[in-house]
């Protein structure tokens, strides 16, 4: 009797802890995609916002720059208070390990001369008016994840953004 | 002495004795009761576990159909999104064409589905045969070209297609800033298998044989917002500067529309409103007769009521439907074509 009755707690163990395992993963999935939808949501905030700052004041905003090799976006040094664009104190999403940042490049020189006789005025850099300014705004959304291995997890949104500046 | 054995029935020595004693403690009734109650217990549990089993199974069923929808309306979302992306590189007065993009920011059909698309010398948009749903299809600049940095930084910050391969396509433009510039695209495609129940993805690195992402997708239908007014104007090659919300038409309606018209009527789309339809893997599991699907026409869309249909397979069913803005192209205005 006792071995038949052994036998059985195992198999029920053993269905229950699949079951458990099973749940967890499950969990797991749903958690990773939510958190997934939440950051992005939280970033295109963070970069709509970063575009209008740049776009109302686009000579009072704080730029960082690429050297050459790696872009701005991707030298941790720009994402300091002094070159990039913090928005201190502000949660988008829960469990955010640091406030919603843009670093903003000012990549005028990637514009291209015109070759077509379509431009207005132009000055300075040859073929491209001066009242052309091309930026580059690199969002981001850090939030906490123990699981990782180092301590959080981030989402990175960019645009670019040619304005008209006349004054 | 007959008496007296009666009174004293255990045998003389001490082995007997002990062995009489086990079978008196052990009686076949007091067994039969014990398997009784043991049986009773193990039904018991039994059913409780099958129970629980079936609910969590079909409570798990119904989440990874609704964590299945959400993350491909995600997937899908943010290839409309980014349809037409292309580095700025133009310093002229252009409406449209100062990028690195070129060709068709975003395609679609309706019940049918692209004769070659994925064709590098002539890709070929027609719409041909029948197929269950409809199919989208988008475009846009994938790796950085005019940024400075090395290699390894652009394949770092490359965007990938929807099976997550660098593999894009290498267009040389034929007009425009980068004129004579190599720029690589991803390409995607979306749309139900032949069966109709799974969502199939296409990109540059397995055109010609789609890949099914995900199972018990049993409707996908894409509709567009269409600016009928910026359309009208086409024809004067006049511009409209502030888009309208206009009407939702299909992919059907835009491409009759455009045959008869030496413009590109897919310019004038600035929004994409996709629904999908995903059903529990499960059978037998739904009581209700009624189940959500996808409008089926764009006055459905329009309408924007709930449709439902009967259902005989008991899975359960969640539709999803949200409206996403193609904002990526880079216009003055999402509805003005570029000249």
Known sequence: MLPVVLVILTILTGLVVTQLQRNTIDERLAANARETLMIDGALQTALRWCEYRVTVRPRET???????????????????????????????????????????????????????????????????????????????????????????????????LRLYIDR | MKARTRMRPGPATPTASLAYARSAGRTMIELI???????????????????????SRLASSAGTAEDSGRLMMFMIGDGIKTAGYGEVV?????????????????????????????????????????AP??????????????????????????????????LNQDVVLGSGPGMGATVQMVQNSFALNAAGNALLCEGVSNA???????????????YYRFDDAAWALAAGMQTNVVPTGGSIRDAAWIIATGAASPADPWQYVFAAIVCMTVATGERGVATATNVTRCPATAAEVAAGTPVTEASTTG???????????????STHSPAISPI
Not at chain 1, 69 to 77: E, H, L, R, S, Y
Not at chain 1, 127 to 150: C, H, L, Q, S, W
Not at chain 2, 33 to 55: C, E, F, T
């Open chain 2, 90 to 130: 133009g310093a002229g007065f252009g409406r449209g064409g100062e990028t690195y993009f070129e060709g068709p920011a975003i395609r679609g059909c309706t019940g049918a589905r692209m004769v070659d698309p994925f064709n590098p010398v002539a890709p070929n948009y027609t719409c041909a045969g029948v």
């Open chain 2, 208 to 222: 010609g044989t789609p890949a099914q992402i995900v199972p018990n997708v049993v409707d996908f239908r894409i």
């Open chain 1, 62 to 160: 704080q730029l960082a720059a690429g050297d050459g090799t790696t872009p701005a976006w991707n030298i941790a040094a720009n994402w300091g208070d002094a070159t990039s664009l913090n928005f201190t104190g502000m949660v988008l999403v829960a469990g955010a390990a640091l406030e919603p940042a843009c670093v903003i490049e000012d990549v005028t020189d990637e514009l291209v001369p015109v070759t077509t006789g379509r431009s207005g005025r132009v000055e300075a850099r040859a073929g491209i008016d001066p009242r052309f300014r091309k930026y580059r705004v690199t969002a981001r959304v850090r939030v906490a994840a123990p699981e990782m291995a180092n301590g959080w997890r981030e989402m990175m949104a960019q645009s670019d």
């Open chain 2, 33 to 55: 009761i014990a398997m009784a109650i043991g049986m009773i217990i193990l039904i018991g549990v039994g059913s409780l576990y099958l129970s629980s089993s079936g609910v």
């Open chain 2, 315 to 329: 899975q359960l069913r969640r539709t999803f439907m949200e409206v996403f803005t193609i904002k990526s192209r």
């Open chain 2, 133 to 166: 749903g409809d199919q989208i299809f988008v475009r846009f600049q994938s790796r950085h070209r005019a940024a400075a940095m090395s290699d390894a930084e652009r394949d770092g910050a490359q965007m990938r297609d929807c099976l997550g391969s660098p």
